[in-house]
């Protein structure tokens, strides 16, 4: 359900010589670039810059980042990283910039896979020589921090669901919105973040049996701050991750005007698993498809680079 396919009758060196010729000439031709890097999948892109390399015995990734600027580079950088990459570049800049990105963090390990955590871990290791455990534990704090390490380690059960404890999960998380102490925010945290997804949607179905109010109301009634952000995160993610992100890219682009980073890192890490199904979402829910949205909010190439990436149908415009 990704917006960019494998590009049929791809040729690596064709591509490899049309970025070089529009990254050589006096001035970069940025529409060849949005031609071919946003026409290619990963792995495809991936094997251009291998051919670039051969060919003219430099770094593609390095040619971008000296000849673009501002939010078109991030775009045109950010599509030449393997997706694992990518989560560990987005990880670090988010907890070693001049500000923690906290919102990042939740995006990222909210979302992810138990493997899609192991590929990136590993790879945070390999481009930054330490380990994001280690990062995330001294660069946040609190029930956040503790939530966040539990999400990091990608131990959460996979396919198990047991009916006859779903009903005592509820009740400990019914019982952690009440109480709200330590040690209830920690059983909270640990069912959210371990259960499997199919044991999670039987405990919130008991939990609205128990408590009458849906979960997420419930979360975001009784705590507050990032830690409830995340859980919130967590629940979302777990029902229907394509809304998820929809709400997240409606926020980044409507909230306090246009928060780039966000809309760049959703799209490019979405545009090969399920970018069709947030906008489909994202069209249902806001009444404007997200295609008409960045249009009217980003401009230049900058903007043919993200509506490249999201595509868009004939009525979307």
């Not at 629940?235 to 966000?262: E, M, Q, W």
Request: net charge negative; proline share 2%; with cysteine.
């Amino acid at each position: 359900q990704g917006t960019i396919l494998p590009a049929p009758n791809f040729n690596p060196i064709m591509d490899a010589q049309l970025l070089g010729g529009a990254l050589q000439g006096i001035s970069c031709e940025k529409d060849v670039l949005i031609d071919i890097l946003t026409q290619r999948c990963n792995s495809q892109r991936l094997m251009i810059a291998e051919a670039y390399r051969d060919m003219y015995g430099r770094d593609l990734l390095t040619d971008l980042k000296e000849n673009l600027s501002h939010h078109f580079k991030e775009v045109m950088v950010g599509l030449m990283y393997p997706p694992a990459s990518y989560d560990a570049h987005e990880l670090w800049h988010a907890l070693k910039g001049v500000d923690i990105e906290e919102k990042c963090l939740i995006d990222i390990l909210a979302s992810r896979s138990n493997m899609e955590i192991f590929q990136m871990k590993e790879a945070y290791l390999m481009q930054y020589n330490t380990d994001l455990q280690q990062d995330i534990d001294s660069e946040t704090s609190g029930h956040f921090r503790d939530t966040l390490m539990n999400l990091a380690q990608g131990t959460r059960m996979e396919g198990y669901a047991d009916p006859s404890t779903a009903a005592q999960d509820a009740m400990i998380l019914w019982e952690a919105c009440q109480q709200k102490t330590g040690e209830h925010k920690n059983m909270l945290q640990m069912i959210l973040c371990n259960r499997s997804h199919q044991q999670l949607w039987m405990v919130f179905q008991e939990f609205q049996n128990i408590s009458g109010q849906d979960i997420v109301d419930a979360i975001n009634e009784c705590y507050d701050g990032y830690f409830q952000e995340l859980l919130v995160a967590i629940v979302l993610c777990i029902r229907d991750k394509p809304s998820y992100f929809a709400y997240r890219l409606y926020n980044a682009i409507h909230d306090f005007g246009f928060h780039n980073k966000t809309v760049i890192r959703i799209l490019i890490a979405r545009s090969e698993i399920d970018l069709m199904n947030i906008r489909q979402r994202y069209k249902e829910r806001y009444g404007k498809s997200l295609f008409h949205d960045i249009k009217h909010f980003a401009s230049g190439h900058y903007e043919s680079a993200l509506l490249a990436i999201c595509a868009g149908d004939t009525e979307d415009y």
